[in-house]
């Protein structure tokens, strides 16, 4: 990789690549010599920015979750519905079928570290569970849902769906993770939040397994 006047962009090739071959190849089987190979950088040139492989998937998480936020940001901004019940449907359509994102969650899946599971916990209560309760907020308002606590009922959804469902941790199977998906959807509905249809768990259901 030519050296980059901008230590950002080089930081974020790093990160970008790290990704691709985890995803790959899996975390405990990429060396930091592949990932050298694969940007034709220095060993100095990767050490000046990250000290360590965990570093660098650290950072790959992070890079997961403020891509998340930022895709579910502008699907909002971007998605027209006659209601928020059927935005979110819409949005959560888009993102079941992100190529990019199941990327970066094969990257999780190949390292079960409780450290960094716990971390990816924190960034979705904090980031993503309330600009999911401002839509929930918005279709009791219009009212295409009736749910209680919007707020808790938020980060219960979010919760289940990308942890409890998440075959990743658990070791599951493709019938396994669709049957939780579905039993998921059972129990949002009764929640008032009926948001996941069957075309989104056919969808999660392939890319999880």
């Known amino acids: 990789m030519e050296r980059n006047k901008y230590p950002e962009q080089t930081v974020e090739k790093i990160i970008i690549t790290a990704a691709r071959l985890f995803s ?8 930091i010599q592949d990932i050298l190979d694969a940007l034709k950088l220095s060993k100095g040139g990767l050490y000046h920015h990250f000290k360590s492989k965990e570093e660098i998937l650290e950072a ?12 579910f ?5 971007n998605t027209k519905a006659e209601n928020a019940k059927e935005k979110l449907k819409k949005i959560l359509l888009q993102l079941a079928d992100d190529s990019e994102t199941h990327m970066f969650d094969k990257v999780l899946s190949s390292q079960v ?9 924190q960034s979705s209560m904090q980031q993503d569970a309330p600009t999911l309760c401002a839509l929930i907020e918005e279709g009791i308002r219009d009212g295409s849902l009736q749910t209680m606590q919007p707020a808790l009922c938020s980060e219960v959804f979010l919760i289940l ?49």
């Open 161 to 209: 769906l990308n942890y409890w469902a998440n075959p990743a941790l658990f070791g599951r199977n493709c019938a396994e993770t669709k049957e939780r998906l579905n039993y998921l959807q059972f129990v949002m509905r009764q929640l008032g939040l009926d948001i996941l249809d069957d075309n989104i768990i056919a969808i999660l259901a392939e890319a999880y397994g």
């Open 60 to 71: 790959v998480i992070q890079k997961r979750a403020q891509y998340v936020f930022d895709s």
């Open 113 to 121: 570290n409780p450290y960094f599971v716990v971390g990816s916990m």
């Open 24 to 31: 790959e190849k899996g975390y405990e089987q990429t060396s």
């Open 73 to 77: 940001h502008e699907l909002i901004r």
